[in-house]
């Protein structure tokens, strides 16, 4: 299977805890973007990275969130000190970059703060 | 500030007939969209796209209709198929301004057998 990959597909953190999600890349897609979907909301896009580039963090709140994406190993977005309101499903995205501007998405981790 | 908007939340067809989903968008810079279908517990996936230099995109059952003036583009699905009831988002981009992608909050379609 050479699509999007995420781990885990569901991750428990209790407040306080930190929580850490990773997305592999489709194989030859070289841009990750991160998004968050709170319940009964769209998408809304965090994070735009490319390989050991933070290209877009527009979307990123500026506490206690970060995200990588080392040469080599997954794209990491990192939840600090993790609180209620973060308990949502967080996809990744890849694209090529170049040609269409289609993003291929993963299935997801929901991330459920107690 | 919801730049997409998709007014209906949901929607209810039958089968063999057309289901027509919406979406309005308020940022005249958008150059480009794209519609995503999303079932349960998946990530999106990519239906179709359209670039505002068309009006009209087909692909098999579904087609993409962009309106520039009235910032409005539709997605026609025909005929529908049970299969076809899921989650229909519509995104926007500004294809010379980055990559971020900006969602619709969403339509559930259900397609009754």
């Known amino acids: 299977n050479a699509g999007v990959m995420q781990n885990p597909r569901h991750l428990v953190r209790r407040r306080g805890q930190e929580a850490r999600l990773r997305c592999s890349p489709m194989k030859g897609h070289s841009h990750v973007y991160w998004y968050r979907q709170l319940p009964e909301e769209g998408l809304k896009f965090m994070v735009y990275l490319q390989k050991e580039n933070i290209i877009d963090e527009s979307g990123m709140p500026k506490e206690r969130f970060s995200a990588e994406f080392p040469k080599e190993g997954p794209s990491i977005l990192r939840i600090q000190q993790v609180v209620r309101g973060d308990s949502a499903a967080y996809f990744c995205a890849s694209s090529a970059g170049t040609g269409g501007y289609e993003q291929y998405f993963g299935p997801g981790t929901r991330l459920t703060v107690t | 500030d919801q730049q997409v908007k998709q007014n209906s939340p949901s929607l209810s067809v039958q089968e063999g007939r057309i289901s027509i989903l919406n979406c309005d968008y308020t940022?005249?810079?958008?150059?480009?969209f794209l519609w995503y279908k999303k079932y349960p517990a998946e990530g999106p996936t990519f239906l179709i796209s359209?670039?505002?230099?068309?009006d009209k995109n087909e692909d098999g059952r579904f087609t993409v209709f962009l309106n520039k003036s009235a910032k409005h583009l539709s997605l026609h699905i025909v005929p529908s198929q049970p299969g076809d009831s899921a989650v229909y988002f519509c995104?926007?981009?500004?294809?010379?301004?980055?990559?971020?992608?900006?969602f619709g909050t969403g339509t559930s379609l259900t397609v009754i057998p």
């Open positions: 359209i670039s505002s230099i068309k």
């Open positions: 995104a926007a981009i500004t294809t010379w301004a980055g990559n971020q992608f900006y």
């Open positions: 940022n005249s810079m958008f150059d480009y």
